[in-house]
């Protein structure tokens, strides 16, 4: 079974420190990983996806990700935090194939000015 | 840019009475998707679909039935509304194939059964 887990409730940088949200996953295949971010009274917004290839994903907003399959993690990084980077962070998985995706329970992130 | 549609944002009404939250897009995708999530707590899966007359149960019990007689709709209802259904309902969509391409959500229903 497809697994997603995200340790960090909350997450709080300065702003302009580097920040970091941990995601590891857990499929019997190659997989399918995704991060999605969610301000207040808003649906998820899509960030980046890892699927093949390189293992660092640059997305949007500058956010960028590693994948690493030896410690089954995708965590989100970017090198310097905004004040308007503060939401909620949810890493998704999926095997290939047709099946919903899987996703973890969300990190808060607050940056503080 | 990804365009799906919820009506409406946000909802108050009595218990016992019926409801239906509509989902609409506008991209072709063949699979949809509701999610029920208190908030700023995690998703959980209700219902999906991946393409018309087809219709499965998620992880999280519900309550709800859905419906999708037409690729762009997928309207999610409740026969009768309790307070414990009191919640933001998530509706997304995805393109057909293998399942490297996200999904796409929109801004939700936020409902309030009093």
């Known amino acids: 079974a497809q697994s997603v887990a995200q340790p960090e409730d909350q997450v709080k940088v300065a702003e302009g420190n580097p920040l970091t949200v941990k995601c590891t996953y857990s499929?019997?295949?190659?997989?399918?990983l995704f991060w999605y971010v969610q301000y207040p009274n808003r649906g998820l917004q899509f960030l980046l996806k890892?699927?093949?290839?390189?293992?660092l994903v640059k997305g949007s907003y500058g956010f960028e990700a590693e994948f690493n399959k030896s410690q089954t993690s995708f965590h989100l990084k970017k090198p310097s935090a905004l004040v308007s980077d503060s939401a909620l962070y949810f890493c998704?998985?999926?095997?290939?194939?047709?099946?919903?995706?899987?996703f973890g329970k969300g990190t808060r992130l607050s940056v503080i000015a | 840019e990804a365009d799906i549609y919820q009506t409406p944002r946000y909802l108050v009404i009595g218990t016992g009475k019926k409801i239906t939250l509509e989902c609409s897009q506008t991209?072709?995708?063949?699979?949809m998707y509701w999610y029920q999530q208190d908030p700023g707590m995690e998703l959980h899966l209700i219902h999906y679909?991946?393409?018309?007359?087809?219709?499965e149960k998620g992880d999280l019990s519900s309550e709800s039935t859905v419906s999708r007689i037409r690729t762009e709709h997928f309207p999610l209802t409740l026969e009768s509304a309790r307070p414990s259904h009191t919640s933001q309902y998530l509706c997304?969509?995805?393109?057909?194939?293998?399942?490297?391409?996200?999904?796409?959500f929109g801004d939700g229903t936020r409902l309030s059964i009093l």
């Open positions: 997304a969509s995805s393109p057909q194939g293998n399942g490297n391409q996200p999904q796409h």
């Open positions: 499929v019997s295949g190659n997989p399918y």
């Open positions: 890892y699927i093949t290839g390189d293992n």
């Open positions: 998704a998985v999926r095997e290939a194939g047709n099946t919903p995706l899987v």
């Open positions: 991209m072709g995708h063949d699979k």
């Open positions: 679909s991946y393409g018309v007359n087809s219709t």
